[in-house]
């Protein structure tokens, strides 16, 4: 993919008619001979002629690609050390939010995720062309070096840069290995699902360096196995295993888009069984395809390429099975993913449902096992791509790997069976006689289908190991693993109002921020943290930080249930004392009526841990953790609670919002 449909130094530019470069941008460009575009074009390249004749030593690249985004950015121009994106507003004679958002948003894009921009300083400029005049205040570089947009009317382009390159004094910066330099980018969930349904690959969108264990190796290792599968007529599960943040729903995204090929029954279709989840990724998807719709061109996007409903490629796991429960009907699909297949239901559960709601008063098997024999009406051959999160079961009748083991010992032992060789080792709920009876079944073991690295947190791949010790009893070793406040910061409040002002002063444009509590955080409801008012997770992911609804207005607490499977960039997670330390270790509580009660039983211990292992490894880029203080005349809410978890935090090495470790 070019990176660039135009560049080259000022003095070409200058000297080069405006006819011929629109020529080659429109040559370049993937979408239809759209006349507004090539009016918009015009206007920008008549424009930027006259800032080269002012600037010819500049370096000028037009439509210049910002993958993570899938969108274009107008111009760049390198000149005098510093990376300029210049986004046009063509008629506009005022800035907006959304295009001050936009323009920051593909600088800060670089800043992250372009190799050989991490240390140059990069402005952002706006310019709304019908604007005569506007009131120009030198922005101070941010500490990473990412300018505030900058508003210019189209006669103070050249004097803004200039103004900048006097007070910035950068060095020289070669432009053409500058824009040469790898390109990195670590998107959200939403931003995946976005820019694989419009036909980008993965390896546009998402980091290349995690070893044998990355995306790519990954679906390449499953591409072989449905390719058999399809020529052998054969029947074979994949289980792919990863770390919390390792990229398995991108993983299994990319999956089901690389087999949309249109072949009637035989493309993929996504499943999970977290419904949030499901629910934010087809509104994500459905957004964009009105967007597309209404114009040709979606501020600079990428054109989409896929012909199925967002609610055919992405479908909730319990609804797939309930369609296909007291009948014969084969599957419409040979390749199914499902994701976060650690979370099926167990026999008792499923049953219990199907009875309850469904009226099936015979129906007798777990979900896996279910699903499973779904799939196995296919006469000829099916591939099932089962997604396993380590230590993420969080919700009663979850049934975890073993489940799925115990069917695939059982009555489905003809099917091909593909799993990394950790699966079948210790901590994952499987027996040794089931694993051994799975292992004479496997047809041999692959690592590339383990997701070892966390890759939510672009910034620190260390969080995932961090959270794990910090919610264990080892403080030395959460030390240990603390990511480096400079590049993941971490700390700790007992005043919610510093925890929202510390995530507001540091969230910036495109950039995502949510308040988080554990579903039964009841105590959390003087602090006016009401985990019982229930948020509409496809509003509070997607909507913008007016709408009171969204994250970003940091007023509706989101659970584990809400967001688990998604990502924020910033974080509070508030702490309620159902999960507290005595003596030592952990105490796990659960608020029932008016007092606490001890949770007794060893699974629903082992979900109050994950469910905060969920809350605390959302963030991509830190987090806050609020611990309120509590209340002597409340002894529901006893200080003593609350300041037990505050000082196991400062003993993993949390320090408090302000302080210098």
Known sequence: MARAW?????????????????????LNSPFPDEPAQK??????????????????????????????????ADAVLVWRGIVFVVEYKVGEVAATLAGRAQVHGYALDLKNFHETSQAVPIVPLLLPTACARAQFEMPMLAPDGVAEPVVCAPGDMAGVMQAFADAVAAPALDATRWAAGRYRPTPTIIEAAQALFAGHRVEEISRSEAGAENLTVTADAVDAVIARARTQREKAIIFVTGVPGAGKTLAGLNIACRHLDGRAGEDATYLSGNGPLVDVLREALR??????????????????????????FIQNVHHFRDDYAGNGDVPSDHVVIFDEAQRAWDRDQTSAFMRRKRGLVDFDQSEPAFLLSVMDRHPDWCVVVALIGDGQEINTGEAGVAEWMAALAGPFRHWRVHVPPRLLSAGHGVSKELAFQVGR????????????????????EQVAAFVAAMLGDDA?????????????????????????????DRRRAGERAGLLAHSKALRLKPEGVFVKAKVDPPVWFLNEGWDVRASDALED??????????????????WDANLT?????????????????????????????????VLLTRARQGMVIFVPRGEERDVTRAPAGYDAIDGWLAACGVGLVGERL
Not at 7 to 25: K, S
Not at 441 to 460: C, E, K, N, Y
């Open 287 to 312: 957004r964009d395809l009105r967007a597309q719709r209404a114009g040709a061109r979606v501020a600079g996007r990428d054109g989409f390429v896929a012909a199925r409903s967002p609610d055919k």
């Open 39 to 72: 009016a918009a074009w015009r206007v920008s390249v008549e424009h930027l002629r006259s800032v080269a004749r002012e600037l010819p030593d500049a370096w000028v690249a037009l439509e210049f690609s910002i993958p993570r985004m899938g969108r274009r």
């Open 441 to 460: 079944l496997a047809t041999g073991t692959d690592p590339a289908l383990h997701l070892a690295v966390s890759v939510r947190s672009f910034r620190s």
């Open 476 to 504: 030395a070793a959460a030390r240990e693993a603390r990511p480096d406040p400079a590049r993941f910061p971490i700390w700790r409040t007992r005043d919610l109002a510093v925890a929202r002002a510390w995530v507001r």
């Open 6 to 26: 135009w560049q080259g130094d000022g003095a070409t530019l200058a000297a080069t008619e405006v006819a011929a470069v629109v020529g080659a941008l429109a």
């Open 581 to 613: 330390r005595v003596d030592d270790q952990w105490l796990h509580r659960e608020f029932r009526g008016a007092r606490w009660t001890q949770v007794g039983q060893a699974h629903a211990r082992q979900f109050l841990v994950n469910a905060y292992r």
């Open 557 to 574: 607490a989101a659970t584990e249930f809400d967001v688990q499977g998604l990502e924020l960039d910033w974080a509070v997670v508030a």
